[in-house]
């Protein structure tokens, strides 16, 4: 059983910056597409950035140009690193294997909890 542990979250200011990691237990941990998630009160948990075995990148309209997904092979981790945050960003983050399905690989860790204050 793959165990997933994010980390990193916090409460910050509308404009500050956060670095989030994930640890995974997986097995060949680089040949999976990984990604950072969100869920945020109420509403549906939503994708917010893909990374691929080759480091390809892919990131919801909403966070592009203000969050950067990156990965250690070596340390079974994936990082979003998040600036320019708004209080719209607030949300529990998780990491997961990515499908392109859209279904994820393993069960959900615990997330990290964001928020952005105004």
């Known amino acids: 059983q793959v165990q997933l542990v994010e980390s990193g979250g916090g409460l910050v200011q509308a404009g500050g910056s956060l670095r989030l990691s994930c640890a995974a237990s997986?097995?060949?941990?680089?040949?999976?597409?990984m990604g950072w998630y969100r869920q945020a009160p109420g509403k549906q948990r939503e994708l917010v950035a893909t990374?691929?075995?080759?480091?390809?990148?892919n990131y919801a309209d909403s966070v592009k140009s203000r969050f950067t997904i990156s990965r250690d092979n070596a340390k079974n981790t994936v990082y979003l690193q998040m600036n320019s945050l708004k209080p719209d960003d607030t949300a529990v983050y998780y990491c997961?294997?990515?499908?392109?399905?859209?279904?994820?690989?393993?069960?959900w860790g615990q997330g990290t909890q964001v928020t952005v204050s105004s």
């Open positions: 997986a097995r060949f941990f680089s040949i999976y597409t």
């Open positions: 997961n294997g990515y499908r392109s399905s859209g279904t994820s690989y393993w069960a």
């Open positions: 990374i691929t075995s080759v480091s390809s990148t």
